[in-house]
């Protein structure tokens, strides 16, 4: 098995390519030279990223090069990791999965998708492919420990969960940044390369920041206002906000967005009790600054809030991603240039098909957890009931697990159980590049190319894009021998699952998929190829299995695609391949009512399960007020989740795995700069190097996830040796949005002491 890619090995040649490695995708210009890569530069004739990119970007060749990246699967023999080839890594497969599967049935296998399978083409078309022919309902990713309430929110209020309002960035005049640090970032949910460069272009004509956040983040430095809002609170400041427009007379949705908006009475009724004076206590702001935020809002000629991380990952994150909305709206700037807009994906989406303004809308609740019964959302479970379902869950257990780019062990809550529960599994499988925390306790680690010996497109988060732009990445470097391709493992593995064996051809699985998608497309009234006949859409697509084929027919068939010749000068993968910096498709343009896809063709903007969950809200604030100590987390531009720590360029220097504490409650808790504190909260605790320091607010410590590497059975050499300590040993599994199974990571009651 094994894709050829035919690259002259002798001389020097130039590559672009999309950096896969967070959500900003800047374009990369690439050296090779006699095979090997020696230079990564920004590529300044991309479309869309002009030649910026950060730290990271250029080290797509040392992690290439990292000799601690898997290149063979390994398999686990008396508790020990040995290398193997690829035949006896299925072998092992094979002969264990199926049998569980037939034995205890599709709901004892798990599967686990980590935040680098949103960024690889590969995994985005064939995570799907492997999940069907398991067919178990025990899906979890790190959507839970991260961006679901906002999808969850949009859902409900706009039809479908990837139909997000993204701040028009290059237009605002007044951007309001809740719980994101772009400067550390680079943004998410808002795909825009050199975010920082373009909130300087915001303020160079005469535009404001305000940033809130407990934190005083780099983001924050650069605002015209810093808010320094208690954790976990943004839902009632949000509220305010609206209360305030509606007592002042400010609410205008404006007249494009009022034809198509419903509930809004309703809403603005439901939000009277939370006013200013009410919310000051709880979100530690004083009545004044939350009334006049309101009104600058309203006054400016554009504005947009926009919610990340520290506004999602909290117990009240889809009524806040919600509330987000709510404010956008009743100032006027949904839909609007400088406003919260939808993109339009050249890929397609959920928000492209189908019939537009119309919908089936949003539901959850298609089965439940085992343990405690939550719901199912968006196809999957809460990260943080993974364990208990391994444990606790009887003849019902999860048996076998199969993890898919992520590193739960230390990225999901409670990380102690976790890490006790993988070790309960009869088999666990993980497609990964490192043997670390997580993967160490798989039975078989399938290990997917490099970065540069893959193809790209940004399937998934060019759908949050502040403009429209379609990019195409061939792969840099050729697949090593006998090496898969990413998308071949994922197929292999769901043809095992399926019963076809080891030696099944995932061109054969790759086919189906392809033809179920083409029958789909020519049936749906909303697609350009409607009425087509299939088999003349095959043959267009070629015989060449793959990502590249799938992705063309989804470019061929989106809203600027070439539609297989009805379009000739529209999207395509041949327009893609022969523009290497990208095509722009221009900027976000108004999308209302077009893009709806609620049963009621309106922005339903008084959702009954939103609208319940503000009484829950308003219960919450007498405790909300009465917290005393709280954990946050935080980024840095040089770190990636948990797993860019062992790039010696990047995590050199000063360590970053510090406590941070306000000089008033170090002085209180008796902690010194420089000096260890045990932190302890309802299930673990940790000890952590103290860092004084009045960038935090009274009342709040900073710790970053991601870290705690140097367990035995790992092999990441340099992460090893500034192992840090795991903020998520910290965070509750119990707590959690129930609105969308996410996780609480932000605002988790703790107590300090001197270590
Ligand atoms: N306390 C706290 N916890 C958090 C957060 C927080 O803010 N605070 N943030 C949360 C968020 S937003 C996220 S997205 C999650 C991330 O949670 P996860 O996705 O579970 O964890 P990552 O650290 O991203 O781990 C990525 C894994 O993928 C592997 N990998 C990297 N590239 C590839 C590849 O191309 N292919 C394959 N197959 N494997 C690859 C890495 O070796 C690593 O094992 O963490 C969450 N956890
Ligand atoms: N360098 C780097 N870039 C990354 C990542 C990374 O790990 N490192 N991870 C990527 C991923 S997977 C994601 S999802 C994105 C996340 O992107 P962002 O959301 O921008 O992530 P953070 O930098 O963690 O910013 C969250 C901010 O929320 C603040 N905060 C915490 N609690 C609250 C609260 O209750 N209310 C308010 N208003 N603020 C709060 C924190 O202090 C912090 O400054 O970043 C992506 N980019
Ligand atoms: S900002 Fe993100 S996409 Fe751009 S170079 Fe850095 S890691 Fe890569
Ligand atoms: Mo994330």
Request: hydrophobic letters at 40%.
């Amino acid at each position: 098995m094994g894709t050829n890619h035919d690259h002259a090995t002798a001389g020097t040649r130039t590559a672009f390519r999309t950096c896969p490695l967070c959500e900003a995708g800047c374009g990369l210009e690439i050296t090779v030279e006699d095979g090997v890569v020696t230079r990564i530069r920004g590529d300044r004739d991309d479309v869309f990223s002009k030649g910026f990119i950060c730290p990271k970007g250029s080290t797509l060749k040392q992690l290439h090069d990292d000799p601690d990246r898997l290149r063979k699967p390994l398999v686990k023999r008396d508790g020990v990791h040995v290398e193997v080839e690829w035949d006896e890594a299925w072998h092992i497969v094979e002969e264990r999965l199926p049998a569980i599967l037939r034995e205890h049935g599709r709901e004892s296998v798990g599967v686990y998708l980590g935040n680098p399978s949103a960024h690889s083409l590969s995994a985005m078309l064939y995570n799907r492919t492997m999940l069907t022919a398991l067919g178990t309902k025990r899906r979890f990713s790190a959507s839970t420990v991260d961006q679901m309430p906002r999808q969850v929110a949009s859902g409900y209020v706009f039809g479908t969960p990837v139909t997000v309002p993204v701040p028009d960035l290059d237009h605002t005049d007044f951007l309001i940044v809740m719980g994101a640090n772009p400067y550390a970032s680079n943004g998410s949910l808002c795909t825009a390369p050199d975010f920082p460069g373009r909130i300087e272009a915001m303020q160079a004509r005469g535009g404001t920041l305000v940033v809130i956040d407990p934190r005083r983040s780099r983001t924050a430095e650069q605002a015209d206002r810093w808010l320094a809002i208690r954790p976990g609170t943004d839902a009632l400041l949000l509220a305010a906000m609206v209360t305030t427009m509606a007592e002042e007379g400010l609410v205008h949705p404006g007249e494009h967005v009022a034809a198509h908006l419903s509930g809004l009475d309703e809403v603005l009724a439901a939000l009277a009790p939370f006013t200013a004076e009410s919310v000051a206590d709880a979100t530690g702001l004083s009545a004044d600054d939350i009334r006049r935020l309101a009104r600058d809002m309203c006054a400016a000629p554009s504005a947009s809030v926009y919610g990340r991380i520290g506004t999602t990952t909290t117990e009240f994150g889809t009524t806040t991603s919600w509330l987000i909305d709510v404010v956008n709206i009743c100032s006027g700037n949904l839909d609007r240039r400088g406003g919260a807009m939808f993109p339009k994906p050249v890929a397609g989406g959920a928000g492209t098909r189908g019939k537009p303004g119309k919908g089936r809308g949003f539901t959850v609740g298609r089965g439940v957890t085992r343990v405690n019964q939550y719901p199912e959302v968006m196809g999957e479970y809460p990260a943080a009931a993974m364990a208990e379902e391994i444990t606790d869950a009887g003849d019902d257990r999860i048996r076998a697990l199969i993890t898919v780019a992520g590193n739960p062990v230390l990225s999901t809550p409670n990380s102690d159980q976790l890490d006790a529960a993988l070790a309960d599994l009869d088999f666990m499988v993980s497609v990964d590049i490192y043997l670390n925390e997580t993967t160490k306790h798989a039975d078989v680690i399938l290990p997917s190319p490099s970065q540069l010996q893959r193809g790209h497109y940004d399937v998934l988060l060019l759908q949050f894009a502040v403009r429209n732009v379609a990019n195409y990445s061939e792969p840099v470097l050729p697949l090593d021998d006998g090496q898969p391709d990413e998308w071949e493992i994922l197929a292999k593995l769901g043809l095992i699952a399926g019963g076809m064996g080891a030696m099944a051809d995932p061109a054969a699985a790759d086919d189906l998929a392809l033809e179920s998608m083409v029958q789909h497309s020519v049936a749906d009234a909303g697609s350009p190829i409607h009425g087509r006949d299939p088999v003349e859409i095959m043959a267009a697509l070629g015989t060449q299995a793959g990502p590249p084929r799938m992705l063309d027919f989804m470019l061929q068939t989106g809203p600027f695609g070439a539609a297989f010749g009805a379009n000739p000068s529209g999207a395509s993968l041949a327009l893609l391949r022969d523009q290497v910096h990208g095509v722009d498709f221009g900027a976000l343009e108004p999308r209302l009512p077009e893009a709806l896809r609620t049963p009621s063709g309106t922005v339903e903007l008084a959702h009954p399960v939103l609208m319940a969950d503000l009484d829950r809200l308003h219960a919450a604030l007498p405790q909300l007020e009465a917290r005393e100590l709280v954990l946050v987390g935080r980024r840095h531009l040089r770190s990636n989740n948990s797993w860019m720590h062992n790039i010696s360029v990047l995590v050199k220097g000063k360590p970053r795995c510090t406590l941070h504490v306000h000089p008033d409650d170090a002085h209180r808790l008796g902690l010194a700069d420089g000096g260890v504190a045990r932190v302890t909260s309802r299930v673990g605790t940790v000890d952590a190097s103290v860092e004084v320091t009045d960038a935090v607010r009274p009342g709040v410590v900073s710790l970053p996830h991601g870290w705690g590497h140097g367990q035995s059975g790992t092999r990441m050499r340099v992460a090893a040796e500034r192992a840090g300590v795991n903020s998520n040993v910290l965070t509750d599994h119990e707590a959690l949005d129930p609105l969308s199974g996410t996780s609480v990571l932000n605002g988790i009651p703790v107590e300090v002491a001197p270590a």
